[in-house]
């Protein structure tokens, strides 16, 4: 019988096979680089760390049973995932992308994998005909959704519906919403990645990646680039995010209920001009988030009138922290256009509405009292 969601968080997909030997509770960190072989030709399944270690091979199970993925691969950031997964592609081959991604997403395409011979079109797939853009070469259809910075939400049925007539595969970037309330993999898709930094870790205290597939020769050849290549991630590291993982569903319950007051309060904001947040009834993106999603989140993107407001807000918030990142206990801001995206060039950015006046929030797990009262006092108050 497969247990819950909330419960596989903290158990993973079954009995680890840890507890039998010694009744460790936590999973062991087991910090060696290296496993003596029983005999020749013999091993005890674990050779080199490189190529697998317990602590990660159990992340990485527990990561494939939340995603209901076959298998899922642990990186030590979520850009060493998708760099790892973009060489399962070769020179001559095309990706459709969304043009609103993660900013480090956009400038490892544009400049590494570009040069290694792919090319791209970045389109706007909430709005455009995607199937338009297929060509002979085309390989892979990759989104965001909901996207960042702009909080766009694509239809991931649709696009699985239009990569399987045309024999591409779907990647999606699920760090937003995270397994514990959206499932691509589920939905048709045939790749998850993720940045684990974010809500899987949820400590704003480790970086890390995943890249999960449902499809078996892609696991395969993941396997030998993350042998290959060596950016899988670190025995501590992946039991901090075990550890995190643990209380992914409470987190990501509290941050949304936190997001949901904040988003009430900016609406009613004279100084707000917009607030991008799918959860808003009625907004662009509601009905495709309820149907593909159980939850809308705590990532909220809002426009203010001014420049200057935006900059101020930044200066003067004392609680919640003007940082990079998201998904964490501690609630951050960001001004996507001078930090996330700094690399994206200006014309792109203004397409994808993200101007100076835009900011990007990522609630925690505080009292919504004091996170309310720490926004009130950066609009209003002098610095
Ligand atoms: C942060 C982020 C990444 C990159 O992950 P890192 O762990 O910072 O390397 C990729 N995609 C999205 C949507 C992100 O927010």
Known sequence: MEYQIATRCLYGAGE???????GAVSFPIYQTATFAHPGVGQSTGYD????????REHLENTVASLENGLDALAFSSGMAAIAALFEIFKPGDHIITDADLYGGS?????????KNGISFSHIDCTRENVEAYVKDNTKAIYIETPTNPMMNVIDIRKMAEIAKRHGLLLIVDNTFLSPYFQ????????IVVCSGTKFLGGHNDTIAGFVVTNVK?????????IKTVGSGLAPFDSWLILRGIKTLPLRMEKSQENAKEIVAWLLENPHVKQVYYPGIEGSKGYEICKRQASGFGSMITFEVESRELALKILESVRLIQFAESLGGVETLI???????HADVPKEILLENGITDKVLRLSTGIEDSKDLIDDLRRAFYDER
């Open 334 to 340: 960001t001004y996507p256009a001078v930090q996330t």
């Open 48 to 55: 080199y760390s490189r190529l697998q270690n317990p602590t």
């Open 16 to 22: 680890h096979t840890d507890k039998e030997k010694t």
């Open 106 to 114: 956009i400038r490892l395409f544009d400049n590494v994998s570009e």
């Open 217 to 225: 020769e892609i696991s395969e050849k993941l396997r030998f680039i």
């Open 183 to 190: 499932r691509p993999l589920e939905l048709g898709a045939d």
